[in-house]
């Protein structure tokens, strides 16, 4: 089983749609989460960490799920721009290295 | 403000040829250095990481090695490259990171190079 595992997609939604997006994790030890966006050809770039209480940046929301172990992803009325995949991503307290989900494919239709 | 360069973007090697890639990070110090590599279509690998100058984990063992030269410059190597080592390359950097205590320490990423070995 992989450490973090996401739904692949693509999703296909149509602007202005709301679509979530789950990852789990196996390592209860894991201690910080975050939310990554790639571009087709480019960098991941940040795009937010998940606090405990949960967070919130203008459309997108992030939620942690410690019980469950799994991180959301919410983001509302999407726009063309969102089209992405979007990477998981997993801190494992008291190591160095961060765990890379996949990622989900999203595609925001006209 | 922290900004991350690697070179070259683009790269066209045949097999069996050397491999140097660098990275240099601005704007911080003692940052936690990574190399990574993607296949197309496929997920981020960890390939090296660095903790501090001269300190180099190695995650996967293959015919890939890196060096940290500078605190703030890591340099990616191989003698021999092979059709497999084909892929996007990328370095990141994060802060030094507490081992305790809740910290964010996020990890950014430089542009990439992409690397084909023919």
């Known amino acids: 089983r992989k450490e973090v595992e996401q739904d692949p997609g693509p999703f296909n939604v149509p602007e202005g749609a709301t679509v979530a997006f789950n990852c789990t994790y196996s390592n209860s030890a894991s201690q910080s989460f975050f939310w990554y966006r790639q571009d087709c050809r480019k960098e991941p770039k940040l795009l937010m960490s998940v606090y405990s209480s949960g967070n919130e940046d203008g459309r997108f929301t992030a939620q942690l799920n410690r019980a469950s172990q799994y991180i959301s992803l919410l983001i509302r009325d999407s726009k063309l721009s969102d089209s992405a995949t979007y990477l998981c991503?997993?801190?494992?307290?008291?190591?160095?290295?961060?765990?890379f989900g996949t990622g989900t494919r999203l595609k925001v239709l006209a | 403000s922290q900004t991350i360069h690697q070179w070259p973007a683009t790269l066209v090697q045949p097999v069996g040829s050397p491999l140097s890639l660098e990275c240099t990070v601005e704007?911080?110090?003692?940052?936690?250095l990574y190399w990574y590599r993607q296949a197309a279509g496929r997920g981020l690998q960890l390939l090296f990481y660095s903790v501090g100058i001269g300190q180099i984990s190695s995650e996967v063992p293959q015919n890939l090695s890196a060096s940290r030269p500078q605190d703030r410059q890591f340099i990616l190597s191989s003698k021999k490259l092979l059709l497999s080592d084909s892929g996007f390359y990328l370095c990141?950097?994060?802060?030094?990171?507490?081992?305790?205590?809740?910290?964010?320490?996020?990890?950014?990423f430089g542009p990439g190079t992409r690397l084909t070995v023919l």
């Open positions: 990141a950097w994060s802060a030094r990171q507490m081992t305790s205590g809740s910290v964010y320490n996020e990890q950014f």
């Open positions: 991503v997993v801190n494992r307290a008291g190591t160095y290295k961060y765990i």
């Open positions: 704007g911080t110090s003692n940052p936690n």
